[in-house]
């Protein structure tokens, strides 16, 4: 791989020869219909008609985008955008909706340009090869779990920092093989929840849309079996990454993308109110998982530092608007630690917390390599279940956390540090 590769993640080489063609094939855009410089054969001046565009005004538009790509070397990054921002961003080159479907179906699926065709010329697909680029992930490292399964994967990308992903496989009923591929969307996280092992990483940046797409489509390629989900429990707060978030959950649930169902995409996050509140008012299908963890706003300040700006009681109000729209029970993430979190009164504050907003609770054990936090006993779990059962009336799941024996349980993926 060449040293730019190594750089950015990204195939930038270019000979010389290369470069004079896309400045031949950027001047034909400047050429006129007829005559030098528009002229008739009576002399008289015309109007410009460059073929493809529709209008003068549309292919100077073009023109001008095309040349801010290149003199700043921005290619246009496939897998980053949907289909119907695809056709957008190249319309003007002649790319039709149908083109574009096919362009990011070949992309993802096949890492190249689709093959000719009636709206595919050879000539424009020069011209894509030319203004556009197909970028991949580097995959750093892989671990498979010998206990479960669970398959650990370390990737770098296009800017600074490495992140991981986690490959779930659900293979419990012989008829419905699958997996679900468990997402980062940042490097590091800024959150800083006490128990987390990425929240102790802090910030380093906000990954691309195509660097969390391909987090799925390098996992398929690797995998026997479908990748029938996805849930954005890896790395980072997702909501802090909104645009690029909800653009990959739009590539990877279009059909000429991964065709994995919205409703099988899961959003997690630790309780960004505005972001929530986005999401309630786009009317997104994706699933919404909020982690709470506590019921006790000083409790829940101590272990989660993002209550000091999203308080509990804002965030349950604007999750009650959110089943208000969306008509769906809402799902809380509870991680369980012992001591802390999972007694009688835990439980009866949580239902006085939700009284009428219909929930399901997610019990999550912690996953603490450092060992200051410990998941509950078996007495202690079996109790809170129990006063859960009684106080809150609501469904309660314990929620398996694999991978623990490679560092790729919830909570403990901090891009490949130990």
């Not at 800017?159 to 468990?182: N, S």
């Not at 899961?266 to 786009?282: K, Q």
């Not at 912690?366 to 202690?380: H, I, K, L, M, Q």
Request: hydrophobic residues 40%; contains cysteine; neutral net charge.
């Amino acid at each position: 791989m060449g040293e730019d590769q190594r750089d950015n993640g990204v195939s930038n080489t270019r000979t010389e020869t290369q470069e004079e063609d896309e400045r031949r094939r950027e001047s034909r855009y400047f050429c006129c219909g007829q005559g030098e410089m528009g002229q008739s054969e009576e002399g008289r001046e015309k109007p410009v008609v460059i073929s493809g565009f529709g209008s003068r005004r549309n292919a100077l538009d073009w023109v001008l985008r095309l040349l801010h790509y290149r003199a700043l070397r921005m290619p246009i990054l496939l897998k980053n955008q949907t289909s119907a921002q695809l056709h957008a961003t190249l319309a003007h080159a002649g790319v039709s909706p149908h083109l574009a479907r096919r362009i990011l179906a070949s992309s993802m699926r096949r890492g190249e340009l689709p093959a000719l065709g009636s709206d595919l010329t050879a000539r424009l697909r020069d011209d894509l090869l030319g203004l556009t680029e197909i970028p991949h992930l580097t995959l750093v490292q892989k671990v498979v779990s010998s206990r479960d399964g669970f398959t650990k994967y370390l990737f770098q990308g296009q800017g600074t920092g490495q992140f991981e992903a986690v490959r779930i496989p659900l293979l419990h009923r012989p008829d419905d093989l699958k997996y679900v591929a468990c997402v980062s969307s940042q490097v590091g996280c800024a959150m800083g929840c006490v128990f987390c092992a990425t929240g102790r990483m802090g910030f380093g940046r906000n990954l691309a849309s195509w660097e969390i797409v391909d987090q799925v489509v390098k996992m398929q390629a690797d995998s026997s079996h479908p990748i029938r989900g996805v849930v954005f429990m890896g790395m980072g707060e997702p909501m802090h990454n909104y645009d690029a978030v909800m653009t990959a959950i739009q590539i990877l649930s279009e059909p000429c993308g991964m065709a994995i169902a919205a409703k099988a995409i899961t959003l997690s996050t630790v309780g960004i109110i505005p972001g929530i509140r986005r999401f309630t008012a786009e009317g997104h299908r994706a699933r919404l998982v909020v982690s709470l963890t506590s019921a006790d706003p000083l409790q829940r300040r101590e272990l989660l530092p993002v209550e000091q700006g999203n308080p509990t009681p804002d965030l349950i109000e604007a999750l009650r608007e959110y089943h208000a729209v969306s008509g769906q029970r809402v799902t809380l993430a509870w991680t369980m630690i012992s001591g802390v979190n999972v007694s009688e009164g835990d439980a009866q504050r949580l239902a006085d917390l939700t009284r009428g907003l219909p929930i399901k609770l997610d019990l999550i054990d912690v996953n603490d390599p450092s060992g200051r936090f410990c998941p509950p006993s078996r007495a202690e779990l079996d109790a809170f279940r129990d006063a859960l059962r009684l106080k809150l009336g609501m469904p309660v799941a314990r929620r398996y956390s694999g991978g623990q024996d490679i560092q790729g349980a919830c909570g403990m993926l901090a891009g490949g540090r130990v």
